[in-house]
């Protein structure tokens, strides 16, 4: 059986804007025994995030973390009379209740082909919003992060060897685009599964 990537030494998320094109994997599973989530390496085989959900059943706030175990987003699924959303909040010391969200996902108003049915809601915390979008396939494991113009911020796709056998539905590449926010992309593929109940 092919390994994933069998290295776990730490390695550093700090740098969390991208200066060329990164590629990572992305397991689907979580480090902690019985628990849910899931352990992103970098191209060298490291440890860069990772989502441990202890209550499986419980979805409604879920936490991105670094390799070291720092939260760096925290993600509540919210309601609102009939629709749900989710939302991101950039982990300080200041509390949840007390922020303004860094981005929101939820339902689109119009649903056009070939698209999931979610828009993403940026800079929230800001004040000055713009919009992504996900756009997928009829494999629920993938997908693209698109802004407003359609082009590509990440993609989402089942991995393959070097031989190019399919490692299944938990092992998936993610590749990110230059310049762009390592963690928020990642807290966005969070939500992403959380939506496909994959975590």
């Known amino acids: 059986m092919p390994k994933i990537h069998p290295q776990t030494q730490s390695s550093s998320a700090s740098c969390y804007v991208t200066s060329k094109q990164e590629t990572f994997t992305i397991w689907m599973k979580s480090l902690v025994l019985s628990g849910k989530g899931c352990t992103v390496f970098d191209s060298n085989g490291q440890i ?4 441990d959900n202890y209550n499986s059943k419980c979805r409604d706030e879920v936490y991105l973390m ?4 720092l939260i760096l987003f925290t993600i509540q699924r919210k309601k609102f ?6 939302e991101g909040y950039r982990s300080t010391t200041t509390e949840i209740n007390q922020q303004k969200p860094c981005f929101q996902v939820r339902k689109a108003s119009r649903i056009s082909v070939g698209s999931a049915p979610f828009d993403i809601i940026l800079g929230l915390d800001k004040n000055q919003p713009y919009r992504y ?3 997928s396939w009829t494999c629920k494991s993938e997908c693209k992060i698109v802004d407003q113009f359609g082009g590509t911020i990440a993609e989402l796709k089942r991995k393959k060897s070097t ?3 399919d490692l299944g539905n938990d092992v998936l590449t993610m590749v990110v ?5 390592l963690s928020l992309i990642m807290g966005l593929v969070v939500v992403y599964n959380l939506i496909q109940n994959k975590m």
């Open 177 to 181: 685009e230059p310049n762009i926010n």
């Open 48 to 51: 860069v995030y990772r989502v």
């Open 81 to 86: 009379k009939m629709s749900r959303f989710w």
């Open 163 to 165: 031989c190019g056998v």
């Open 133 to 135: 979008r996900f756009e």
């Open 66 to 69: 670094d390799f070291k175990g």
